[in-house]
DNA sequence: GTATTAGACAGGGGA
DNA sequence: TGTCTAATAC
């Protein structure tokens, strides 16, 4: 067998060129011989593809072709008949990229790939699961899956119940942890009871277990327990698992490194070879064994490790411990450097390990980029090899050097994002598409100076992200009457639309409701239908509550006889629903009706109004009009899976990039975790990418200096060109300023881009301290940036890395050694915070007090003498 | 049932 | 400084 990624050989850092190793010639060899589909393949990507047998886990670094292997993948198991279509588990994390597979999918086997019934998102397939076994999760199939407003809206009834102050334990707090809890795939009797106590006075783990009951009568479930209620019945009903674990001949896994413990108990739980009839009764007893109801709470506590992942972690290993039969055909793919969703309960742990909880496993590196040019991948890969927590892989390219990345400073994130304008305005002469423009920010927030400016050039750009489409008001009221009509039982949706539009069903009327409903545990809909015969209600609610009932009854019945995309017509407007908009004067109104529109048209793609609803939740999608050229502009989050030729990445400044918050609440996981994001943010640019990052930045309304960021420093020089700011208004001030402005400029300048950037040098030892704080100015909050980056937890790296232990090349900022030419007392001007005198020198940072904006610490060349 | 105002808060956002 | 929510006033 020809084994040509032998870990340590490919990521050694002495294997210098980019020749294959022996085995990549054999394999190239051979890929003249295989299948037409495998041809176009490298020998890695060939391996990953052919290796169908027992664990694989393909290391796909970011551009190197793992769409195609996984899409090739599919079709070798198919082509070589060792599987169905129907006996391939495929699982996306997004809707989008399973769409992509299809539709690849599709392409690669010429025909329509209706035939791949389990391929599809975590949670669809979850879903699609537990309609079939929904009795014992006390479910009806055609249960309803709440999205997140559902659930606080829930779990605000509940908290009022229990006569819990919404104030202090917001439900959407609430609405978190047991979020948090489902994704580590705990149910309310597993959680530890210290975190269940951190809620509302100890109340927490019973307000999940109230919260669970009421789903159950609600015949709902949310996102976590479509995942967690297989898990469940797999673990109580064997023969159920085992049925799916006969029929699964194949799993394959996308975004592997997103995946939470809760994904991964399942992707265990199904992996694992069928169980003989025998083994059965013992398996999920030890399965059950490590979480007894009293918690392991002294493991929390003993061990330093962020208390957050341990539970799961205890949960995972215990799994992981069982005696697993022989693992089946899994192959996960994904990229320990792109994993960004740790805050959303993504475990990279999982990928990390996977080696360990699937023995025999064989590890497949991608490391061939077919994306970028060799400046932004060598950028790229510097800035990652900081991270200690990572396989390791050494990204390549044969494609040329290209244009180096660039790092430009400005004074202020306007001049930033003035100078950010004109050279998209430049790349536009130079016949660059818009569409090849993307700006990448950290923060949503960066996005709105970014707008402002291109609204003033004229410039046409979207906004990638924000609300999805089915969060829309308006969407979820048009499914909450769907909801009504298909569900009678639920809730939620009733309770949503009964007074939308106005009835005059005000709270006073749904309170009652409530009242009577919960005293005759009945639905609201039939307590409804009970009180309008009663006068309980004053007439005027009365009618237009009968009235409602009996629209209801009527759509209900019409529900057999028209198509259901007539019937959420008919319903649309026989409510008043669209008349309600129709008149409405307000600018988005139009817009809105224009979604409803296109909710009834995507109705057409389903069989039925039941399964429309059944998808609805998880599946749609906001609709790009995407045929316009104009500058992309998202966060770098929303930008993983993209690619642009050009790639501007403003706002690269502590505190910002990478996020105090992030770092504060994580440590050094968080600190990976943003770099990780900025090695995303890279890579997606294939021809360009350019880094800015400014001195002065409006945080809250009030301005503060701010400090470049520490990844700057960790760039390589031979890779990265500092460049003056192209904003150029510098000068000519818009107003405001004036010359003083460029002034600091140059103070700026003579500080950071000239002589204060040098190489580093060739060796920096370990606790040497990095080149921390110092750079540029900061003020009082900078404080704790600077005690952060020099922090050892931050800053050093631990000897037993992979990596380079020492970085060379890197740039680094002028060291904070130089004195200060000010003495104490000194009388000064600064241009944000005005006139001062200096009450304390520490190097080149003063502390000023200032006659109006109090006393700050700015570093010296921010200041001038009075 | 709608208009106004005070107050909190300000990171990433899938299914 | 701006935006969004919730409570309050009309």
Redesign the pocket.
């Known amino acids: 067998m020809i084994r040509m990624t032998e870990p340590s050989k490919i990521t050694s850092q002495s294997v210098p060129d980019h020749q294959p190793a022996a085995g990549g010639i054999a394999a190239r060899a051979r890929a003249s011989v295989g299948p037409k589909y495998l041809s176009g393949l490298n020998p890695e990507q060939r391996e990953a593809v052919e290796t169908l047998d027992g664990p694989v886990l393909v290391l796909a670094g970011a551009g190197t072709g793992k769409t195609r292997v996984l899409t090739t993948r599919i079709a070798h198991i198919l082509s070589q008949g060792r599987a169905r279509p129907a006996e391939i588990l495929s699982v ?7 769409r992509e597979m299809k539709h690849r999918l599709g392409q690669m086997l010429g025909h329509a790939v209706e035939g791949m019934p389990w391929l599809g ?4 397939i979850g ?1 699609r699961i537990l309609r079939f076994h929904a009795e014992l999760a006390q479910l009806k199939s055609n249960f309803t899956v709440l ?2 407003d559902d659930q606080v809206r829930l779990l605000k009834q509940l908290l009022q119940a229990e006569s819990i102050d ?2 202090r334990w ?1 439900a959407r707090m609430l609405a ?1 942890l047991i ?1 948090g809890w489902k ?1 580590r795939g705990l149910m309310p009797s597993q959680v530890p009871s210290g975190e269940a106590a951190m809620f509302a006075n100890g109340k927490g783990g019973k307000l999940y277990a109230s919260y669970q009951e009421r789903l159950k009568i609600l015949n709902a479930a ?3 327990d ?1 995942l967690l209620e297989n898990i469940r019945i797999f673990r109580e009903h064997p023969d159920i698992l085992r049925q799916y674990q006969q029929r699964f001949k194949f799993i394959l896994v996308d975004e592997y490194q ?1 995946t ?1 413990v809760a994904q991964y108990l399942w992707l265990r739980l199904l992996s694992q070879a069928p169980a003989k009839p025998a083994a059965q009764a013992v398996i999920p007893g030890r399965l059950e064994e490590p979480n007894p109801e009293s918690g392991d709470e002294s493991t929390d506590r003993d061990s330093g490790f962020d208390a957050a992942h341990r539970p799961g972690m205890t949960e995972r290993a215990a799994i992981a411990a069982a005696p697993a039969g022989p693992t089946k055909n899994i192959c996960c793919v994904g990229d320990d450097d792109q994993s960004i ?6 475990e990279v742990d999982n990928i990390l390990r996977f080696e360990h909880d699937f023995p025999g496993a064989k590890v497949i590196r991608l490391e061939r980029n077919y994306r970028s040019t060799g400046h932004i991948l060598a950028a790229a890969s510097h800035l990652i090899a900081h991270n200690e927590g990572r396989l390791g892989k050494t990204l390549r390219t044969e494609d040329h050097d290209g244009e180096k990345v660039t790092v430009t400073g400005s004074w202020d994130s306007e001049e930033e994002a003035r100078g950010i304008g004109e050279e998209i305005e430049q790349l536009q002469r130079q016949g660059e598409k818009l569409n090849e423009i993307a700006i990448l ?6 996005m ?1 100076e970014f707008e402002d400016r291109f609204v003033t050039l004229g410039l046409p750009y979207r906004v990638i ?2 609300p ?1 489409f089915y ?1 829309r008001a308006e969407i979820r009221d048009a499914l909450a009457y769907l909801r009504v009509i298909n569900s009678p039982a639920d809730d939620l949706a009733f309770e949503r639309i009964v ?1 939308t539009p ?6 006073a009327t749904v309170q009652m409701l409530h009242d009577h409903a919960r005293k005759r545990r009945i639905p609201l809909f039939e307590a409804a239908r009970a009180v309008v015969e009663t006068d309980e209600l004053k007439p005027k609610a009365r009618g237009s509550l009968r009235d409602l009932i009996t629209q209801f009854d009527r759509w209900r019945a019409q529900r057999e006889v028209t198509a259901h995309t007539d019937l959420a017509q008919i319903v649309l407007d026989e409510s008043g629903y669209t008349e309600m908009w129709q008149k409405d004067r307000s600018a988005d109104a139009a817009g809105r009706l224009e979604n409803l529109k296109e909710l009834v048209r995507s109705m057409e793609e389903f069989e039925n109004l039941q399964g429309f609803l059944e998808h609805i ?3 749609m ?1 906001r609709e790009g009009g995407a045929e316009d050229d104009a500058v992309s502009l ?5 930008a993983k899976g993209l690619e642009f030729d050009n790639v501007f990445l403003p706002g690269w400044e502590e505190g910002l990039f990478p ?1 105090q ?6 440590g050094r996981a ?1 600190l990976e ?1 943003e770099r990780r994001l900025g090695h995303v943010g890279l890579t997606r640019a294939r021809r360009r990418a350019k880094i800015y990052f400014a001195t002065n930045r ?1 945080i ?3 301005w503060s200096t701010t400090i470049p960021s520490r990844f700057l420093d960790e760039l390589p020089a031979a890779n990265v060109e500092i460049t003056e700011s192209k904003g150029g208004s510098a000068w000519g001030g818009t107003g405001g300023y004036g010359a003083s402005r460029f002034d600091d400029m140059e103070a700026f300048g003579s500080s950071y881009s000239t002589p204060g950037w040098q190489r580093a040098q060739a060796n920096r030892n370990r606790g040497g301290g990095r080149g921390g704080g110092g750079r540029g100015g900061f003020e009082e909050e900078a404080s704790t940036f600077s005690s952060a980056s020099s922090s050892p937890d931050f800053g050093s790296f631990s000897s037993r890395r992979r990596g380079p232990l020492t970085i060379e090349g890197e740039l680094v900022a002028k060291s904070t050694g130089t004195t200060s030419e000010f003495s104490l007392s000194d009388r000064v001007f600064h241009q944000k915070f005005g006139y001062g005198h200096v009450t304390k020198i520490d190097g080149n940072k003063l502390t000023i007090a200032f006659d109006k904006a109090g006393e700050k610490k700015v570093v010296d060349s921010f200041v001038q003498r009075a």
Do not use: C, I
């Open positions: 996306t994390f997004t809707n989008k990229a399973a998102t975590f949670h669809s879903g999205d997140v919404d104030k917001p978190g979020d994704n949310d996102f976590g479509l997103d939470n969703y740790g805050w959303r309960g993504a920010v950290r923060a949503s927030y960066q709105r992200g924000g999805r969060e007074n106005k009835r005059g069903l005000g709270d939740s998880l599946v999608d998202m966060t770098l989050h929303s996020s918050r992030t770092l504060d609440e994580q968080g975790e409006r809250h309304g009030t």
